[in-house]
């Protein structure tokens, strides 16, 4: 199964995909055919499902995905914060327990934060 993922970023769209084992985001303004160049999770992917992206006020991004999820398998979470430009920064992590059919989900914080659910 794969997933795609939407999000509102000001006059902006957010928009999550997997191909291939990869996951990517990229910004999309509403009323054209523009689409901002796709950014790819950092490093070698080749089980990552399930996407999700969300901005916060100070323009940074995070893409947080599953690992190793598959028919009757849970697996982990991982992410991935990136600056205003796209490019990863030092704040990433994963996590072990995503359950059996288990996606995850993320938000910003109003002090900019973000959190993540699984």
Do not use: C
Request: proline letters at 8%; hydrophobic letters at 35%.
């Amino acid at each position: 199964m794969i997933t795609n993922f939407i999000s509102p970023a000001g006059r902006k769209i957010l928009i999550a995909w997997e191909t291939a084992g990869q996951v990517f985001y990229a910004d999309v303004v509403p009323g054209t055919d523009g689409a901002s160049e796709s950014v790819a999770a950092p490093g070698p992917g080749s089980d990552r499902k399930h996407p999700v992206v969300a901005r916060n006020s100070r323009g940074e991004t995070l893409l947080a995905w599953t690992n190793g999820t598959g028919w009757q398998r849970g697996g982990s979470l991982e992410w991935q914060v990136f600056d205003q430009s796209g490019r990863p920064t030092d704040a990433r992590g994963t996590a072990p327990g995503v359950p059996v059919w288990g996606l995850v989900a993320a938000y910003t914080q109003p002090d900019g934060g973000f959190t993540i659910i699984y």
